[in-house]
């Protein structure tokens, strides 16, 4: 359900931050008023139409600095797999407009390009401009803090990664968020850290509970010899697989994502 409500917010925050038209009419600026307009038009097209680009490059003849006319350009571009257009047109909005897309670019940056250096470079060129709460990525599932961290794991500095979790979890004691918990206590686990690594998973199995979670929760109880509690998590982890309890996107693969033959070869050593 928070994930559901988490979905419903970002979809009308990104429409009212992208075309409300008015704004720039009450601003004075009607020339970005009419590209807006414009632009809201491909709202009618689907975006792999040229129809949906030519609106945009109208709407973009009319004002090329209307950066929001390149984003949604770009987006068309990412989900095609053309990501040389995609950077070239990200980039232009980025440019334009830093504060409203460099987050966004950077967010794509790991998400599908696993860029992590790149990420980084964009999330904390985006942290010193906002001087705040950087907020969440596109989808919603991450704050861009954890993805950071997720990042910094992937080149090799854990440590760090930890830090970055842990101080983002004391400022925001009350934001569980889908994957927080989880991605702790690998860390803490890969650093064979048992027992603090499961004290993160179950918090994680009190807010998102999930087979990788239950995964993870089994190697702990096996690294601390109660075989017990190993083998049953390791089929409460499959069991939840097997109903569609795991991490899932659209688009790409979640960072530490288990996949069910790394289940199914784990409890075959139980059996």
């Known amino acids: 359900m928070k994930k559901i409500i988490l979905y419903l917010f970002l979809i009308t925050f990104f429409k009212a931050a992208s075309q409300n038209c008015n704004a720039y009419k009450w601003e004075g600026n009607l020339k970005k ?25 109208e709407a973009i003849a009319i004002d090329p600095t ?15 797999g053309d990501f040389l257009s995609w950077k ?7 440019d334009l407009n830093p504060k409203k897309h460099l987050g966004y670019r950077g967010w794509c940056r790991y998400q599908f ?8 470079k964009d999330i904390e060129e985006f942290q010193k401009i906002i001087k705040g709460d950087v907020g969440y990525c596109q989808n919603g599932d991450y704050h861009l803090l954890i993805a950071k961290a997720i990042c910094y794991k992937a080149i090799g500095e854990k440590e760090k990664a ?4 842990e ?4 400022k925001n004691d009350n934001e569980s968020d889908l994957f927080n918990f989880y991605h702790l206590g690998v860390l803490y686990f890969e650093k064979g850290n048992y027992k603090k690594a499961l004290k993160h998973f179950q918090k994680q199995e009190v807010e998102n509970n999930l087979a990788e ?25 499959e069991k939840m697989y097997k109903e569609g309890y795991f991490m899932r996107d659209p688009y790409s693969y979640h960072y530490d994502k288990v996949y069910l033959s790394q289940i199914e070869k784990e409890l075959k050593k139980v059996n």
């Open 213 to 237: 979670n239950q995964y993870y929760i089994s190697l702990c109880y096996k690294a601390l010899k109660d075989f017990d509690a190993y083998k049953k998590r390791i089929e409460d982890s």
């Open 113 to 120: 390009f696993r860029d992590y250096k790149g990420a980084i």
């Open 33 to 57: 008023y009419e590209a807006c307009k414009k632009a809201k038009e491909s709202e009618y097209y689907y975006q792999f139409n040229h129809k949906y680009h030519e609106v945009l490059d």
């Open 162 to 165: 930890i830090q970055i979790i």
């Open 88 to 94: 070239k047109i990200i980039d232009k909005a980025v």
């Open 66 to 80: 209307y950066d929001d006319a390149y984003w949604a350009k770009s987006i068309a571009y990412l989900k095609s």
């Open 167 to 170: 101080t983002y979890l004391e």
